[in-house]
Structure formats: C-alpha cells, structure tokens
C-alpha cells in the first residue's frame, strides 16, 4: 500500500519515490524507479538498509526481541505448539484444525523414505566427511531422482516437492550421521512423530528396540519450531535468489544449505560449542572476552550478536529454559554449562557488548542441549538446515507465487580499471 512519497533531489531534478507502509515494522522507500529516472544505483552491501522482497511469512522487531510466524509470538509456538503444527502454519499461513493437522502429519510420513538408490550415494563419501557436506550433495542430487516434482510452474508438483523436502531432509541427516560412525542406515517408522521417527533414525539400531525419550523428543521438537525460519537471513535469500532463476526446489534448497554453513551463520551452533570447550573453565572467559574485544583478534564470541535483534534473540531464552530441563531430565552434569552462563553473565555486563549490542542468539545455547541429547558438534548445524528446510521452503512458494517475482540481479559500484587497450605479450 503506497500512499506516501519521500522527494529526493539530484541535479536540481526532484524524484519522488512512494513510501509502502506494511502491516507493522519499518516503511519502505520504493526505489524501483530509481536507476531509471536518476542513472543512479542504490549502495548498500550485506543489505542491511534494504528490503529485498514482500513477505508474510515471519516477522522481527530486533529492538523488541519479537519474532512472530504468521502473526503468532516464538514464544507461545514454541510453549503450546509443535514443529508439524509450526510448518502447516508457516506453509498455509493459518493454525490447522485436528484433522487439517492429522492429514498433514500423514502425508509428511508417507514422504519420509528416500529412493533406495541414494544410500549407494553415501558410499561415495569418506567416513570422515562433515555431515553439511554430505547434505549439500545428497540434497542438490534429489533433483536427480524425483523429476516429477521439478515442474516449478506446476503448484501441485511444488506442493510435492516441499512435502518431500520436509519429509525426506530428517532420513537424510540421520543417513549422514550413521555414515559417519559406520552404523546401518535405519528406515522411517511412520507410527512415531516427525522427531521422535529423527530420534530413532538417528541413535536406534537395527539389532535392538528404541524408546524416544519423550522429554528430548518435546526439547528437539521445539528446538525444530524455534529454527523454523527468520525473515530474509542469508541462507533464505540464497533460496530466494537461487529459486528467481526457476532453479528447481532441491537445488534452492542445496544452495540455501551451503550458505547456511558458514560460521557466521547456521555454522555458529557448532563454532559456540567448540568455543565454549576451548574456554574450558570459568576462569579463562576474560581471557576470551578480552579477545573478542581486541580489534587485531579475528576471534569473535560464537553465538553472540545478531545482524537484526539489538535487544536479544527471543529464540535464545527459550532456549536457555529448554537447557535446564533437559540436563535436569537427563541428569546430565555438563560443566560447559557453567561456562556459558557465567560468560553470557559477563559479556552482558562488559560496557563493550553493551555499547555494540552483543548478546547470546539462538546458536548459543542449542549446542548445549544437542549434545546432552548425543549429537557430535559436527550434526549441529545439520540440524539447524533440518528445521529451516520448512523455511526455505515456505519462502520459496511465496516468491515464486508473487506474480511481481523477476530474477534477481543486483547491480554494483564498479571501481575497476577504465577501459585500456591489451599489451601483445612481446610487449610486456
Ligand atoms: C544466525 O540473519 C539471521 O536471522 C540469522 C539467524 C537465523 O535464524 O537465520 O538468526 C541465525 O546466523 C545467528 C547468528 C550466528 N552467528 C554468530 O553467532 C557468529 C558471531 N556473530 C557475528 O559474526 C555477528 O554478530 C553477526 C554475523 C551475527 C552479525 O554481524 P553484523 O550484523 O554484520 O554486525 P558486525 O559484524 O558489523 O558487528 C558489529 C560490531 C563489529 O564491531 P565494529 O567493527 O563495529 O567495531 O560488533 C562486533 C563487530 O566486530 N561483533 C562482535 C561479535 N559480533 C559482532 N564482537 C565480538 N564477538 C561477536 N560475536
């Protein structure tokens, strides 16, 4: 809805660009315009004065610590909802009836198992092989197998495509890790939940009976809802922009893993525990605050700061609550534990994170929990790209149903050299 206008003067040539007010959150200055009526671009490098799209799906106000999906809070999803409820919402944009809910459950489950031919794929991998790896090639050959729903201008065949890649992506992270320890792959049991069936993929073996542990279950279901998507973080927007191009869903998908890796991103999970094990003890966390402080150290606090919360994650509170019960529950004495408390405890009250805003996000404490529940570091952010597949996803038919949706082509401020004619080489 544009029924403002912002006037910018260039030349002594008066533009006017229209303001769009959305349902809450910051205006916006339509620019797409602008390059035509100004022969200007906009500069704004890691994006962090512009909106790349309009969407429904999430909502973040980092100076509130609010993060809303479909309107309802992180909080109350994560207390009274589950991760089945949270993707039916997030892919339909309503809260499902019991029988909305039960019939989605069942198709998810009806998807769970992958083509017998992928688990000849894995062999090609060595046993050492970090597990997001694995994913990037298992996930970007799904496009190899399942043809019939690659069709992106088809809504039924993307409808498929995104129950198979929520369905699928559990069995596959599973398959990875029993790769890495030279286990047996297990096959779904669609009689247990969307986690609890993860659980078993994962930790049970072929020779004995596995019990899912309601209380890890209940902590990894929502540790699933609270990763489930996060407006337009980088790994979403590799989705976005792959998906512009009519790239097919499992390679979107593919792409958004990758970028979700990096340890600036998904990968800071995985680089928080190990930091925290490196720290050790209480008493070195100066040593490591003062570090982080030091402008000539590369070396940053995994798991603190966040390019949009300025105030805190909602995410990590919840989650530092989930730390608590699942230790209590599992009776798991982990000393890393302290560590984090007493560091956030201090960083919180270091007039340097204080000035720059720097506090625990969602990647410091979920290590804590996944590995009392057994993970190795090397699966956290395996299951960091397991709860956000239904985010990519959701984001991905969203852009691709916007009827305004172009590729994505960013221009840039060229700094190069002018044009010159080439040397011979005899000349050189
Ligand atoms: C996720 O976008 C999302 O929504 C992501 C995510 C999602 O759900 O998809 O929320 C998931 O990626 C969470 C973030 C996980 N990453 C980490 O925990 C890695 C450590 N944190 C950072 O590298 C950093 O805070 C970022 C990348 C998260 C945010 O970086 P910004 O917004 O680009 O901020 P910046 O790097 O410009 O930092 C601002 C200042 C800098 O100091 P100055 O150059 O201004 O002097 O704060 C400093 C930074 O040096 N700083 C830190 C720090 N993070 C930023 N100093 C010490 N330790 C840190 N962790």
């Known amino acids: 809805m544009a029924d403002k206008a912002v006037t910018l003067t260039i030349d002594n040539q008066a533009i006017e660009l229209p303001i769009i007010t959305g349902t809450v959150g910051p205006d916006v200055i339509d ?19 512009t909106a790349s799209c309009e969407s429904q799906l999430t909502y973040i106000d980092g100076d509130q610590g609010v993060l809303l999906h479909r309107g309802y809070s992180i909080e109350q999803l994560s207390e009274e909802s589950s991760f089945m409820e949270v993707s039916y919402l ?26 017998e031919q992928l688990a000849t794929f894995y062999r090609g991998f060595r046993r050492d092989a970090h597990p997001m790896a694995i994913m ?37 992270a599973a398959m990875a890790y029993k790769y890495s320890v030279g286990q047996p792959f297990m096959y779904p049991d669609n009689s247990l939940s969307y986690t609890g069936n993860f659980l078993r993929m994962t930790f049970g ?39 512009s191009s009519g790239a097919n869903p499992f390679a979107c998908i593919a792409a958004g893993i990758a970028c979700l890796w990096g340890p600036a991103h998904g990968g800071a999970n995985e680089a928080a525990l190990n930091m925290l094990r490196e720290i050790g003890t209480p008493d070195k966390i100066p040593h490591y605050i003062a570090r982080a402080k030091d402008k000539n150290d ?47 405890e201090m960083a919180l009250n270091d007039p340097y994170f204080i000035e720059k805003k720097l506090f625990p996000n ?67």
């Open 31 to 49: 620019i797409r315009k602008l390059y035509a009526q100004s022969d200007r671009f906009t500069f704004d490098p890691g994006f962090t004065s």
């Open 90 to 115: 997030l892919l339909n944009g309503e809260l499902p009836s019991k029988a909305e809910l039960k019939d989605f459950s069942y198709t998810i489950s009806r998807h769970t198992m992958l083509h």
């Open 136 to 172: 990037c090639g298992v996930v970007g050959a799904l496009s190899a197998f399942y043809h019939d729903s690659t069709d992106i201008s088809d809504p039924q065949q993307r409808t498929i495509a995104s129950h198979r890649l929520i369905a699928k992506m559990p069995t596959i």
């Open 205 to 243: 073996v072929p020779a004995e009976h596995y019990e899912v542990n309601p209380v890890v279950e209940q902590a990894l279901d929502r540790i699933f809802t609270l990763h489930a998507d996060h407006e337009q973080n980088a790994s979403t927007s590799t989705v976005r922009l792959a998906g």
């Open 298 to 344: 590369p070396f940053r606090l995994m798991g603190f700061g966040h390019r949009v919360y300025k105030n805190y994650d909602p995410r990590a509170t919840v989650m530092q609550k989930t730390v608590r019960e699942v230790l209590t529950a599992l009776n798991v004495k982990d000393p890393i534990f302290e560590v984090a408390m007493q560091l956030e």
């Open 362 to 428: 969602v990647d410091f404490y979920s290590g804590i929990i996944l590995s009392a529940i057994g993970f190795p570091t090397t699966m956290f952010t395996v299951l960091f790209a397991l709860a956000r597949t239904v985010g990519w996803v959701a984001q991905w038919n969203e852009m691709i149903s916007d009827p305004g949706q172009k590729i994505g082509r960013p221009r840039q401020l060229y700094t190069g050299p002018a044009q010159r004619d080439y040397v011979p080489l005899s000349k050189r």
